[in-house]
T-cell receptor, first 114, second 115 residues
Framework: GAGVSQSPSNKVTEKGKDVELRCDPISGHTALYWYRQSLGQGLEFLIYFQGNSAPDKSGLPSDRFSAERTGGSVSTLTIQRTQQEDSAVYLC????????????FGQGTRLTVV | AQKVTQAQTEISVVEKEDVTLDCVYETRDTTYYLFWYKQPPSGELVFLIRRNSFDEQNEISGRYSWNFQKSTSSFNFTITASQVVDSAVYFCALRGANTGNQFYFGTGTSLTVIP
């Protein structure tokens, strides 16, 4: 696609439920990133994929969070047993490679846990 | 450690004034890359510029200019003759060549341009 696409745009869920957030990166981009942005805050790194593998999962805040990427393309971020502190905007980005390349961001998924 | 500091949390300027957004970074990598992103009220981060650590040449793009100084570990961003459309949160980011591939973001500077 022309840009990074994320779905849904907004998600309201009840505490304790599981949610899945989807990211469709720019075609041909091998690197994919998930970040989280809480209200008025900066960007918190969650996980990085190179192809289908995730060499850096260091940012996942707990074992309730997991992510996968299939076919070197679409990625899904899953949050199990959601908590209110999980409420944030989840941003996905992709880049054509690593190092001297910029990342392009999607519009984000706003997650609200009630 | 990789770290980006944007000490200015919020800045307000009157339209047509010049404004500089500060960015100071820390890295142990000898090769690294610096970025600026704009996040308008719509929320989507927009890429503005990328610089390599071995290229200290300053860059100008229209009303935007960037001053990269390795001696002070700074990568400052100046908007000349600011406009209301420049109102946004601006993020500076760092990526090291040898310390993983994540982008380390500063906490952002919220710029408000008053008409």
């Amino acid at each position: 696609g022309a840009g990074v696409s994320q779905s849904p745009s907004n998600k309201v869920t009840e505490k304790g439920k599981d949610v899945e957030l989807r990211c469709d990166p720019i075609s041909g981009h091998t690197a994919l990133y998930w970040y989280r942005q809480s209200l008025g805050q900066g960007l918190e790194f969650l996980i990085y994929f190179q192809g289908n593998s995730a060499p850096d999962k260091s940012g996942l805040p707990s074992d309730r969070f997991s992510a996968e990427r299939t076919g070197g393309s679409v990625s899904t971020l899953t949050i199990q047993r959601t908590q209110q502190e999980d409420s944030a905007v989840y941003l996905c980005a992709s880049s054509i490679g690593t190092g001297n390349t910029e990342a392009f961001f999607g519009q984000g998924t706003r997650l609200t846990v009630v | 450690a990789q770290k980006v500091t944007q000490a200015q949390t919020e800045i307000s300027v009157v339209e047509k004034e010049d404004v500089t957004l500060d960015c100071v970074y820390e890295t142990r990598d000898t090769t690294y890359y610096l970025f600026w992103y704009k996040q308008p009220p719509s929320g989507e981060l927009v890429f503005l510029i990328r610089r390599n650590s071995f290229d200290e040449q300053n860059e100008i793009s229209g009303r935007y200019s960037w001053n990269f100084q390795k001696s002070t570990s700074s990568f400052n961003f100046t908007i000349t003759a600011s406009q209301v459309v420049d109102s946004a949160v601006y993020f500076c980011a760092l990526r090291g060549a040898n310390t993983g591939n994540q982008f380390y973001f500063g906490t952002g500077t919220s710029l408000t341009v008053i008409p």
